[in-house]
């Protein structure tokens, strides 16, 4: 079936440093994929989204580019601060009679002043 | 500034008791979803429910959980009875229309069964 693999944490970073997690995809179709980030004690919030092959989703600074040819979702931030710290989760959207949201296991931020 | 609100926000509870959670979804969002989150499993779905209607609870021990939603602003997740390795955070999330690529999570239920 569908799956999301993302990198594994903790990433730790100081502020103002470039940040990349990883998410690669398995699906039969053509899924929508998200990234959502859960900050601590609080439930998952959607960052970012796209559609389709090689849209590029982008909210308050982080940007991810849908790539169909190497099934993957990248995330990333020019510039992170400590309040990024969180917890981020890549996510495709399985369609069809189940209409799920398939998640990675989530990958921790950490960003040190 | 709609949101999805869950109540209790935490429970402590002994095993074998009865534990009841409620989600109130957003209002006009018609499915509503029931996660479980936990360190070793990550984020599982364990129902969903379209216009009231469960659509799919393969996710849920069916001994012991039950889902309802009694009117379409309340949605409850019933544990009877509950067992230490129940112990997690349970998440309700909404949606609009048969597209619910986005969902809206409420902020949890940390449950403690001891």
């Known amino acids: 079936g569908d799956s999301v693999t993302q990198m594994e944490g903790p990433v730790t970073l100081s502020e103002e440093a470039f940040l990349t997690i990883n998410c690669t995809y398995t699906?039969?179709?053509?899924?929508?994929l998200f990234w959502y980030v859960q900050y601590p004690g609080e439930g998952l919030q959607l960052l970012l989204k796209a559609t389709k092959a090689d849209d590029k989703g982008s909210n308050k600074g982080f940007e991810a580019t849908y790539r169909k040819e190497t099934t993957s979702f990248h995330l990333e931030k020019g510039s992170v601060q400590v309040s990024d710290s969180a917890v981020y989760f890549c996510?495709?959207?399985?369609?069809?009679?189940?209409?799920?949201?398939?998640f990675g296991t989530g990958t921790l931020l950490a960003v040190q002043p | 500034d709609a949101r999805v609100t869950q109540t209790p926000r935490h429970k402590v509870t002994e095993m074998g008791q009865e534990v009841t959670m409620r989600c109130q979804p957003i209002l006009g969002h018609n499915t509503v979803f029931w996660y479980r989150q936990t360190m070793m499993q990550g984020l599982e779905l364990l129902a969903y429910f379209r216009n009231r209607a469960p659509l799919d609870d393969s996710g849920m021990p069916k001994d012991r959980f039950s889902a309802e939603m009694p009117d379409a602003t309340l949605a409850t997740l019933k544990i009877q009875p509950s067992e230490p390795r129940d112990s997690a955070v349970y998440f309700c999330?909404?949606?609009?229309?048969?597209?619910?690529?986005?969902?809206?999570f409420g902020p949890g239920t940390r449950l403690t069964v001891l």
């Open positions: 999330a909404s949606g609009f229309n048969r597209r619910v690529d986005t969902q809206y």
């Open positions: 996510a495709l959207f399985e369609g069809g009679a189940t209409n799920k949201l398939i």
């Open positions: 699906a039969t179709g053509y899924p929508s």
